[in-house]
């Protein structure tokens, strides 16, 4: 780590007099009174020496000239950077001691002896918490800008401002920022753009009170606020679940607060400030995008035969791993599965969407919860839990998670369901047997999805609905490949099979809609939507499918994979070459010797024309971006309109999901769609519709 000493870049300080005398705290001896009598806790010796050595620092810039002699004391060959803030750790338990497991990292921590939580925290995590990005080193850890140095020292030159439109808050790889012993008497909100910051020292100075908005920065294992005027400390630092460290000795802080920490440590008050933290402002609603031009608006509206379905995709987080290890920023009270499965059912049954397709439904709550609430809303289910439950016992099984297909009962008629377990898929495959990487990369995931074959019970359209959930390890992505891979080539076997099956006999027609007693019930026809429940539709001669290419196809789910992928580039376009970098060298016998190839003709929902930028579909604070997709065949269907995005004021101020607003870290996507007709039963075209 090299520190920097800037002084230009703060050149817009404005400096005090030489002859200012900076207010000085008085060095008590070690804990107040109230303390003093009473076995002073290993958290509480830690936090009066690392204040010790906040006060030993007042001088200009000491952190960096510490730093900058340590270094020449050694060759350049190997320059070990000594950490001026090192405080000898004490054999009982530290000062917020880390909750996950610890590696080495490039970048030393505030205290050495304490490194930063690395993935292997997140092991046994099914879905996508840590960020599915090969390059990060630190997968649960946002990795900073590249830059030649990441600590800046200004501590202790008599600094009394620091403006909001200051270059400091452009200085987004910052580290380490050192401010202590200055005349500050306010940090500004901007200090939330430096998001990489891990330790923050800001004693020393005449704050009497810190923006709500350094809860923000999630990295941060140290915030010294030794030595000013604080009475109280933000709610919002209830976010900061990797602080180690709340630096607070030598303020006149309310005492119930500073008794937590010299109780129990930091971590204590970060749970407490967190469960107790106001509940913010809801977002607005999330707006729907017209995808459709004035032409196919005015066809679709002036021909009642079209048909129109919605699907929406939805990882739910299950019960099992909804945990504060891994949720560590996320109210204990928002994060029990009572209060977050309200509101995913209520989310649900808003959209009212023809098909549901969720992830991560464990056993229990499939057959306890969902299957209760939304067969009244006209909802029958489709379910298999991932292959893991067959070797449990009833009740660790009920906890075990896979795919859910819901349906709207009264419009379709379930023909066959289909599931595919890669796992099993990949042992049956002649070129696969002899392959030590299927063996030891492919076999030991156990993830699954669900094949619907669909048909509507007026039309006779046939509608093939795939669920999926790919494995979510940014280290594994020659499995996701062989995963979505294997789902595409079962999904082709089941389509020209259905394509075999005959067309249905047409529906007499009778005065009433008797065959349809359902399709009056609140919530049948989605909101918004045309109808299909019309006269034309009983009239209509069943479509023949020549192969399965001809049956409107949607592929959605959890691919744990972003759009730069080579998950997403074979899905997208077809083909693969067989040395593509995300196969990592491994050999998977035709797929690494030939390429992979697909004839489907997908595409992504959400990169129809107009529908702008994909948004995030994954919210936390190591990972902001896209990994769920609704995939569709484009010579069988269309798209009219897709579910916008969270709103992006709204996302600015928060850390990450689940929250009070959104109970899952990802986040539902729905598209609607239109049928098109089959080109060997058209009589017409229809404009607007190619």
């Not at 002699?69 to 070990?80: D, G, N, Q």
């Not at 349809?516 to 006269?535: C, H, I, N, V, Y």
């Not at 870290?665 to 229809?686: G, W």
């Amino acid at each position: 780590m090299q520190h920097h000493h800037h002084q230009n870049s703060l050149s817009h300080y404005p400096s005090p007099p030489n002859g200012h005398a900076h207010q000085q705290h008085v060095l008590t001896q070690g804990s107040p009174v109230s303390v003093a009598s009473q076995v002073i806790s290993s958290h509480w010796q830690q936090q009066l020496l690392k204040c010790e050595m906040s006060r030993s620092s007042r001088s200009p810039h000491h952190r960096a000239r510490t730093s900058a002699m340590a270094s020449r004391t050694v060759t350049k060959s190997a320059i070990p950077i000594t950490n001026p803030n090192l405080v000898k750790q004490l054999p009982a338990e530290t000062n917020g001691a880390p909750k996950e497991s610890d590696s080495p990292q490039d970048i030393p921590d505030p205290d050495p002896a304490e490194a930063s939580p690395t993935n292997g925290a997140a092991v046994n995590h099914p879905s996508s918490t840590v960020a599915p990005i090969a390059e990060a080193p630190r997968p649960t850890a946002i990795r900073p800008p590249e830059n030649t140095w990441n600590s800046l020292d200004m501590g202790g030159v008599k600094i009394k401002n620091i403006p909001p439109s200051s270059g400091l808050f452009t200085f987004t790889f910052l580290i380490n920022l050192y401010l202590n012993h200055n005349a500050l008497t306010a940090i500004p909100p901007q200090i939330a753009k430096l998001r990489h910051l891990e330790l923050l020292d800001i004693s020393g100075n005449n704050l009497s009170n810190i923006p709500p908005e350094l809860g923000m920065l999630t990295q941060l294992k140290e915030l010294y606020l030794f030595d000013n005027h604080l009475t109280t400390i933000p709610s919002e630092l209830g976010t900061l679940h990797q602080l180690r460290t709340l630096g607070i000795e030598g303020n006149p802080l309310d005492s119930s607060l500073k008794a937590i920490v010299q109780k129990d440590g930091t971590p204590a008050l970060i749970s407490y400030l967190r469960d107790s933290c106001p509940v913010p402002a809801p977002p607005p609603e999330r707006v729907w995008k017209d995808l459709m031009n004035e032409l196919e608006r005015d066809t679709l509206a002036s021909d009642p035969s079209v048909e129109t379905f919605s699907v929406l995709c939805y990882n739910i987080l299950c019960e099992k791993y909804a945990t504060e290890r891994l949720y560590g920023y996320t109210p204990a009270w928002a994060l029990s599965w009572e209060y977050r499965k309200e509101l995913i059912l209520t989310e649900v049954m808003n959209y009212d969407a023809d098909f549901l397709c969720l992830q991560e439904v464990d056993i229990a709550q499939y057959e306890g919860y969902f299957i209760k609430h939304l067969s009244a809303q006209d909802y029958e289910g489709v379910y298999w839990p991932k292959s893991r439950y067959k070797t449990m016992n009833d009740t660790d099984r009920r906890q075990v998670d896979g795919c859910a297909t819901f349906y709207k009962a009264s419009k379709y008629k379930l023909v066959e369901k289909h599931l595919i377990e890669f796992s099993a898929v990949a042992m049956q495959r002649q070129d696969f047997k002899k392959t030590d990487d299927m063996f030891n990369r492919v076999l030991g995931k156990d993830h699954i999805a669900v094949v619907c074959l669909m048909e509507d019970k007026q039309t006779g359209t046939r509608f093939i609905i795939a669920n999926a959930h790919i494995h979510w390890d940014p280290a594994y992505r020659d499995v996701k490949l062989v995963q979505v891979a294997l789902l595409v080539e079962e999904i082709e076997k089941i389509s020209n099979d259905f394509a075999k099956y005959p067309p249905p006999a047409p529906p007499t027609p009778a005065p009433t809609h008797s065959s349809s007693t359902d399709s009056s019930e609140p919530g049948a026809g989605g909101a918004g939507e045309p109808s299909t429940s019309t006269p034309n539709h009983l009239s209509r001669t069943p479509p023949v499918y020549t192969d399965g290419t001809k049956i409107p196809l949607i592929i959605c789910g959890d691919f744990n994979s972003v759009p730069e992928s080579g998950v997403y580039e074979f899905l997208s376009m077809g083909t693969l070459p067989a040395n593509h970098a995300d196969f990592m060298s491994h050999m998977y016998g035709r797929y690494t010797s030939e390429g992979l190839r697909h004839r489907l003709g997908l595409k992504s929902a959400y990169a129809a024309p107009g529908a702008g930028d994909l948004p995030l579909t994954n919210y936390t604070p190591s990972y902001q971006g896209v990994l769920d997709y609704i995939w569709y065949s484009a010579n069988t269907v269309s798209v009219n309109a897709v579910l916008g995005g969270v709103d992006k004021g709204y996302l600015e101020k928060v850390v990450g999901f689940p929250n009070a607003h959104f109970p899952s870290d990802h986040v539902c996507i729905i598209s609607e769609f239109r049928v098109k007709p089959p080109r060997e039963t058209s009589t017409r075209p229809l404009p607007g519709f190619s």
